[in-house]
C-alpha cells in the first residue's frame, strides 16, 4: 500500500477512533460525578485519535520493507508445487485509490492550514487585549499572592482589564493574570478571592501548558469535527474541577457569590472562544447548567481506586487503538531490494615446483638383509568422521506436505493496475520442524505487480510437515509457486 493510502486510511482510523471515544467517555461521565475523573477520561479520549496519525507517520520515516529481486537457481530444475489463491471479486477490498487517498489528504492538509490561520490571529487578538490591560494595584496584588501561597501555585503577573466582564490566564511561559474592572467593584471581595483562586488552580495543575497541546491537536486534526466536540467537554470538566479547588472550604454565601459572577462573566462575554486563554467561562454555555449546579451542591471526590480504574481502562483501550494502527502501518508497500552483486576474484597460478638434485649412491651388488625395524610408539592418525549427507547438500524436498499454507492477500499494486492474475514462484529454506524461511523470488509473473512481496510476506507463517533421518529432524528446500486469481461471483 502506497503512502498516501496508508496517510488517508490512518485519517480514517482516527475519526473511528474519535467517534468510539466520544461514546465511551459519554457513558462513563453519566455515571461519574467526579470532575477530576471525568476530565481525566475526556482527555485520554482526545489525546487517543492521534495515535493512527503519529504511527503511520513514524512507519513512513522507516526505510520500505524489501523483497528480494528473482535469481537463478543453480542445479537441476526441481518441478514447483503450486499454491492457488483465489479470491471472489466481489468480497475483494481493494485500495482506495491514489487520486482518492490525494484528495483526502490534501483536504486534510487545508483545513489543518486554516486552523493554524485562525489560531495565529487569536493569537494576535489575546496579545493585544494583555497590552491594552493595566498594571495592578497593590492591594489586588497581595490577595493574588495570599491566595497562590494557599492553593500552592505560583504567583503570575497580574494586570486589570477596563473592557470585558470575566477573569483569564494565559501564557505558556510567563503567565499572565487578566482580570475584569467589573469584578473588582463588587462589594464583598471573597468573590474576587474566589475567581482568582479558580485561575490560579488552572496554573497550579498546568492547564495553561495542556491549552497549547489541545490547540496543535485540534490544527493538525482539523479534518476531525469530533475532536472539538470531546475538548469542549474536556474543558468543561476542567472548569468544575478548578471550581471545586477554589471553592474547597467555601461557605454557602460564597458559593453564591461566585455562581453569580460567573453568570455575570457569561452576560458580558462574547459568544465563542476567541482567545487561546484560560478564561472564566472558557466551556460552551449549554455545559454551564452542570458547572452552576455543582457550585451550589458540591460533589464527592472518587478514590484512588476508582482513579486506578479509569487509567487501567485507557491503557486497554489505547493498547487496543495502537495495535489497529500498528496493523495499518505494517501494510506499507515493500519495494525491491538490488540483486547481489557477484565478485570474482582471480587467481594467482602457484608457482612450478623447483627441481632439486640429489647425490646418487652406489649400492652394493649384494642384497642387504632384511632388516626388522622396531615398532613405533606413535599413535595412529586419527580417522575423519563422515559428514552428514544432510550437511553437504540440503535436501529438495519435492513433494511437500503442508500443515499450512501461505495465505497471502491479494496484491495492492495488482488491484490499482487492473490485474486479475498473477503468479509468483519461491525458493525457501525449510528446517527441521517444518517452519520455511528465508524466501526469495524465483520468478513472478507479471514483474512489478506485488505478487512476490505478497507470497515472501505471507511464506513466513506457512509450514511443512517436519522430515527426519534416522530418527533426527532434517530441513531442506523447496520450491513452490503461488498462483492469484480474482473469480468473478
Not at 511437500?400 to 491479494?410: C, F, I, K, L, T
Request: glycine share 8%.
Amino acid at each position: 500500500m502506497g503512502t498516501p493510502e496508508l496517510l488517508a486510511l490512518s485519517l480514517g482510523l482516527s475519526l473511528l477512533l474519535a467517534g468510539a471515544a466520544y461514546g465511551l467517555v459519554r457513558l462513563f461521565e453519566a455515571s461519574t460525578p467526579d470532575p477530576v475523573l471525568r476530565e481525566t477520561a475526556w482527555a485520554m479520549a482526545l489525546y487517543l485519535p492521534a495515535l493512527p496519525i503519529v504511527l503511520v507517520g513514524a512507519a513512513l520515516l522507516l526505510p520500505p520493507p524489501t523483497f528480494a529481486t528473482p535469481i537463478e537457481l543453480e542445479g537441476p530444475a526441481v518441478a514447483p508445487a503450486m499454491i492457488e489463491i483465489i479470491v471472489q471479486q466481489g468480497a475483494a477490498v481493494g485500495p482506495i485509490g491514489e487520486p482518492l487517498a490525494f484528495g483526502v489528504f490534501a483536504l486534510a492538509g487545508l483545513l489543518a492550514v486554516i486552523r493554524v490561520i485562525w489560531l495565529a490571529r487569536r493569537t494576535v487578538r489575546l496579545h493585544r487585549l494583555i497590552r491594552a490591560s493595566g498594571e495592578a494595584s497593590p492591594a489586588i496584588r497581595r490577595i493574588v499572592e495570599d491566595t497562590a501561597g494557599r492553593l500552592g501555585a505560583p504567583t503570575p503577573d497580574v494586570r486589570i482589564r477596563a473592557a470585558g466582564g470575566e477573569a483569564l490566564i494565559a501564557g505558556l511561559l510567563r503567565p499572565v493574570l487578566v482580570l475584569p474592572a467589573s469584578l473588582l467593584e463588587a462589594p464583598d471581595p471573597q468573590a474576587l478571592r474566589a475567581v482568582c483562586a479558580h485561575e490560579l488552580a488552572h496554573l497550579k495543575r498546568g492547564d495553561h501548558r495542556a491549552l497549547w497541546i489541545e490547540e496543535a491537536l485540534l490544527a493538525v486534526l482539523a479534518f476531525n469535527p469530533i475532536l472539538r466536540i470531546i475538548r469542549d467537554h474536556r474543558s468543561a470538566a476542567r472548569e468544575e474541577a478548578c471550581d471545586a479547588a477554589a471553592l474547597a472550604q467555601a461557605g454557602e454565601d460564597v458559593r453564591r457569590l461566585y455562581a453569580r459572577s460567573l453568570l455575570d462573566a457569561l452576560r458580558a462575554s462574547p459568544k465563542g472562544d476567541d482567545a487561546p486563554a484560560l478564561t472564566f467561562t472558557s466551556s460552551r454555555r449549554i455545559l454551564v447548567m452542570r458547572r452552576l449546579k455543582a457550585i451550589l451542591s458540591p460533589v464527592p471526590t472518587s478514590g484512588i481506586r476508582q482513579r486506578l480504574t479509569v487509567l487501567g481502562l485507557g491503557v486497554a483501550v489505547a493498547a487496543v487503538a495502537g495495535t489497529s494502527s500498528l496493523a495499518l502501518a505494517v501494510q506499507r508497500e515493500a519495494v525491491a531490494a538490488p540483486p547481489p552483486v557477484s565478485v570474482v576474484t582471480a587467481s594467482r597460478p602457484a608457482p612450478a615446483p623447483r627441481a632439486v638434485a640429489t647425490p646418487t649412491r652406489v649400492t652394493p651388488s649384494v642384497a642387504p638383509k632384511a632388516i626388522v625395524a622396531p615398532a613405533s610408539n606413535a599413535e595412529p592418525a586419527p580417522r575423519a568422521a563422515p559428514v552428514p549427507v544432510a550437511q553437504i547438500q540440503p535436501r529438495v524436498i519435492t513433494n511437500p506436505s503442508w500443515v499450512q499454507h501461505p495465505m497471502p492477500s491479494y496484491p495492492a499494486a495488482a488491484l490499482e493496475q487492473g490485474l486479475t492474475s498473477g503468479q509468483a514462484d519461491l525458493s525457501c529454506t525449510v528446517e527441521a520442524d517444518g517452519h520455511v524461511s528465508a524466501c526469495t523470488v524465483v520468478n513472478e509473473n507479471p514483474v512489478g505487480a506485488g505478487y512476490g512481496a505478497a507470497a515472501v510476506a505471507a511464506a513466513g507463517s506457512a509450514r511443512l510437515s517436519p522430515r527426519s533421518v534416522d530418527g533426527a529432524g532434517v530441513g531442506g528446500t523447496v520450491r513452490f509457486s503461488v498462483r492469484f486469481t480474482i473469480r468473478a461471483e
